[in-house]
Nanobody, 114 residues
């Protein structure tokens, strides 16, 4: 059974940093690209980072480029998202996704507020 469990979400001040993680199980993690999405209240879900199977290639939208970094550990079956210089519009539920399996985690709440 494919399972994705996000963790690490909390409240952080504007300009602060936060690292969230996603633990995967139930499939061969090393064979799949992974994405992070976020969904703010009342808005559509948007992709904020993706990483290829080996981690050699990462892609970010302009809205987070230079501030967010996705990484993966294929021995621990985890993927992380380091978020720096957070802005209030970063307040959202963050989800990890395996697109080829159409699998989503349950999400972790990040709130950027003073």
């Amino acid at each position: 059974q494919v399972r994705l469990v996000e963790s690490g979400g909390r409240m952080v001040q504007p300009g602060g940093s936060l690292r969230i993680s996603c633990a995967a199980s139930g499939f061969d993690f090393r064979r799949y690209a992974i994405m992070w999405y976020r969904q703010a209240s009342g808005k559509e879900r948007e992709m904020v980072a993706q990483i290829t199977t080996t981690g050699a290639t990462t892609i970010y939208p302009d809205s987070v480029k230079g501030r967010f970094t996705i990484s993966r550990d294929n021995t621990q079956y985890t993927v992380s998202l380091q978020m720096n210089s957070l802005k209030p519009d970063g307040t959202a539920v963050y989800y990890c996704r395996v697109p080829m399996l159409n699998a989503w985690g349950q999400g972790t709440q990040v709130t950027v507020s003073s």
